[in-house]
């Protein structure tokens, strides 16, 4: 079972700004892209951004489009999301997701990051 590493959480004040990482196994190929999603207490989980390998263009939703920039290193199968200007409603757990070769949607997850974000 293919496992993504998550890291780069914690607390920050609003305006502040967070890196997340995210680590796919080398052993996974053909990959497709990598997204980020996230999770309020008591809310559905929604979609943040994404990635797609094959020449790295990014989607944001429109909730942080302007404050977020999701990136990939040039090897190896990592990604980052690198949160600014944060705001309270930016706290959730954010969950990064990965979709490889034949899959109709994202094939793996990772635990989730806890932000927080304090006004």
């Known amino acids: 079972q293919v496992q993504l590493v998550e890291s780069g959480g914690g607390l920050v004040q609003a305006g502040g700004s967070l890196r997340l990482s995210c680590a796919a196994p080398r052993r996974t190929i053909g990959n497709v892209a990598m997204a980020w999603f996230r999770q309020a207490p008591g809310k559905e989980r929604e979609f943040v951004a994404h990635?797609?390998?094959?020449?790295?263009?990014?989607y944001y939703a429109d909730s942080v489009k302007g404050r977020f920039r999701m990136s990939r290193e040039k090897t190896g199968n990592t990604v980052h999301l690198q949160m600014d200007s944060l705001k309270t409603e930016d706290t959730a757990v954010y969950y990064c997701?990965?979709?490889?070769?034949?899959?109709?949607?994202?094939?793996?997850w990772g635990q989730g990051v806890q932000v927080s974000v304090s006004s």
């Open positions: 990635l797609r390998w094959s020449g790295g263009s990014t």
């Open positions: 997701a990965l979709q490889t070769q034949g899959a109709s949607g994202y094939n793996y």
